[in-house]
């Protein structure tokens, strides 16, 4: 067995109204005094005000990077503007996009990286990967760990309810995750780590066992998924890659993001794919379709915009677009095996 690499969180801050601890925190972890903050304009309009005082009354500099996806000629911008700066920190401030962008903008300038997120969609807030779009095809890049974390629960319990719940969708992903990883083990000898893939898994459980308590009053939890979602970050830290959270749901995902553009968040997908990857590797998919509706997730394609076809085309699609052994290499689909698929576990 080969080596390979952890980075994780050096320290992480969960709390109501902690937006406003961001400078006291960024002081703790290091001696940085010009700090670039990496957001969309929504969000800075928002809560910039809240992070450019706190980050003044600690005698640390701030300037923004506003960006509008997370694609290479944003990166690229970011990237300069870091250079060209003197940043000695990167702050990511929102969503999946704007983490993603300063994760990989910072690990590219070798400047540490703060993850501040606004919602609670993925697990991309904690994980050493990040996902760039090129002409619309994703790639998940490795980069850094965060060097520090601060969620803010009241920030992110403020964003509408179908982050968390997308966050719900990517959390339960990883039951098929762990699996593919599994099934590469055994039939590929690809390296297997037991502790990131039970690290996955109960981030995992989390969401299935609770999923009448979430689904009941989704604020009052957030911090549950919060701190589910940082776990299964730390678990692809530990593992070196992102194998205990990404398998064949999230490469049908990305699939649909090429064959559907803008139709549903990243979450909500991965949650539909883990149904159909766990009816192909014989798992309990029923009990998951069921979790993630008390939770309302979606768990149907039409509900995302998403046609019957356009979900056969994505199956046939999901396996191109990685060389990582999962049940979609395994099985390989036919389009009339596919439609059967779809069908059986009613998520159209």
């Known amino acids: 067995m080969g080596s390979h690499f952890m980075e994780l969180p050096r320290a992480v801050l969960v709390g109501n109204g902690i937006v406003k601890e961001t400078g006291k925190f960024l002081v703790k972890l290091c001696n940085s005094k010009r700090a670039l903050i990496i957001s969309d304009e929504f969000i800075r309009k928002r809560y910039g005000d809240s992070v450019e005082d706190s980050l003044r009354a600690c005698q640390i500099e701030s300037d923004w990077n506003i960006i509008k996806a997370a694609d290479f000629p944003n990166l690229e911008e970011a990237s300069r503007k870091i250079a060209e700066s003197n940043v000695e920190i990167v702050i990511g401030m929102g969503g999946g996009a704007s983490i993603d962008v300063a994760k990989l903008s910072a690990y590219r300038s070798g400047k540490p990286f703060i993850s501040l997120p ?4 993925h697990d991309g807030i904690a994980s050493p990967f990040a996902s760039i779009k090129d002409s619309g095809k994703p790639y998940s890049i490795v980069s850094s760990s965060p060097l ?7 920030i992110i319990s403020s964003a509408p309810p179908k982050y968390a719940r997308s966050g719900c969708g990517d959390l339960v992903s990883k039951i098929t995750a762990v699996t593919d990883w599994q099934l590469a ?7 297997y780590g037991e502790y990131a893939a039970n690290l996955a898994l109960l981030s ?6 609770n999923s009448n308590r979430i689904g009941s009053n989704l604020t009052e939890n957030i911090r549950d998924i919060v701190e589910a979602l940082i ?17 064949s749901e999230h490469l049908f995902s990305h699939a649909l993001d090429i064959i559907a553009p803008g139709k549903g968040l990243h979450g909500e997908k991965c949650g539909i794919g883990t149904i159909l990857m766990a009816k192909l590797h014989d798992l309990d998919w029923e009990k998951i379709k069921e979790a993630l509706e008390k939770i309302g997730a979606p768990t149907s394609l039409l509900s ?3 046609t019957k076809e356009e ?11 990685r060389d990582r052994y999962t049940i979609l290499h395994k099985n390989k689909l036919s389009p ?6 779809i069908e059986v576990t009613e998520i159209v």
């Open 231 to 247: 776990s299964a970050g730390v678990a692809a830290g530990i593992a070196g890659s992102s194998r205990p959270c990404s398998g």
């Open 185 to 191: 083990r055994d039939e590929k000898g690809e390296y």
């Open 118 to 121: 606004t919602n609670a969609a």
């Open 336 to 341: 009339e095996d596919a439609s059967r698929l």
């Open 204 to 209: 995992a459980q989390v969401i299935l066992k």
């Open 148 to 154: 520090g974390l601060l969620a803010d629960t009241q």
């Open 311 to 321: 979900a056969i085309e994505a199956l046939m699609l999901a396996p191109k677009l």
């Open 304 to 306: 995302l915009g998403i």
